[in-house]
């Protein structure tokens, strides 16, 4: 890292959001070790990757540790919680371990990541600079819930905000896990997979008009 150059901490950086940040040095959480490698190759020395699931208490502290050494004394520009996933299905039939998941990932990873780094953002008097801020990367479907996205919503609401639409791939990815599969032979498995394909191609449109604008 520079010397004087801002430092943020950013979670779920291999993909939407978290790598389109820029103009600081990201310090990048990744679960898949060639994700870091491929962000590393991508944006050089002005990006750290941090492998580390965020609902993994330990590794998220030694990360946080990593982040300390690097810093030498100063603080943390800022902290972007934007890790998460979602899972689609008919909260009658949904798996509880899955709401539990999109509840244990989108939420209490947030908790975990915020708990971890809050001494490098300013709770330790002893460092050096400014305090730093925090960012929680929420969802529309924080204050409104669709339909078979009920497991997200909650996870979202516990954020308490409302941000505007962002195009990520966060759709394409519930495509390539699936979202009807566990539900055949119920009353839901046909209107599901029409509002699956329906938020998938939202999803893909708002990102075409995202890149329309920027070009």
């Given amino acids: 890292m520079k010397e004087g150059q801002r430092c943020v901490m950013v979670t779920g950086a291999s993909s939407g959001i978290g790598l389109g940040t820029a103009g600081y040095h990201v310090c990048g959480s990744v679960r898949q070790r060639g994700d870091g490698e491929r962000l590393r190759s991508e944006f050089g020395n002005a990006f750290t990757p941090l492998l580390f699931d965020v609902t993994d208490i330990h590794a998220v502290r030694n990360a946080a540790e990593q982040v300390s050494e690097m810093l030498g004394g100063c603080t943390l520009f800022g902290l972007v919680n934007n ?12 798996p509880i ?6 509840i244990e990932i989108n939420l209490t990873g947030t908790l975990i990541v915020t708990q971890a780094f ?3 953002l300013g709770a330790d008097r ?8 925090i960012i929680m990367m929420s969802s529309m479907a924080g204050k409104l819930g669709p339909p078979f996205l009920g497991a997200y919503a909650a996870s979202k609401h516990g954020l308490e905000t409302c941000p505007g639409n962002v195009a990520t791939p966060i759709w394409d990815k519930a495509e390539e896990r699936g979202t009807v599969s566990g539900y055949e032979g119920t009353p839901y498995r046909d209107v599901l997979g029409k509002s699956s394909t329906w938020s998938i191609g939202e999803g893909r449109r708002d990102r075409a008009v995202s890149s ?3 070009g």
């Avoid at 371990?97 to 999109?102: G, K, M």
């Avoid at 002893?126 to 801020?133: A, D």
Wanted: with cysteine; aromatic share 10%; glycine share 12%.
């Fill in 83 to 94: 890790a998460g996933v979602c899972f689609h299905g008919p909260l009658m039939y949904q």
């Fill in 97 to 102: 371990p899955e709401f539990a998941r999109n």
């Fill in 118 to 120: 809050l001494l490098l």
């Fill in 126 to 133: 002893t460092l050096t600079g400014p305090p730093g801020r």
């Fill in 212 to 214: 329309d604008n920027v």
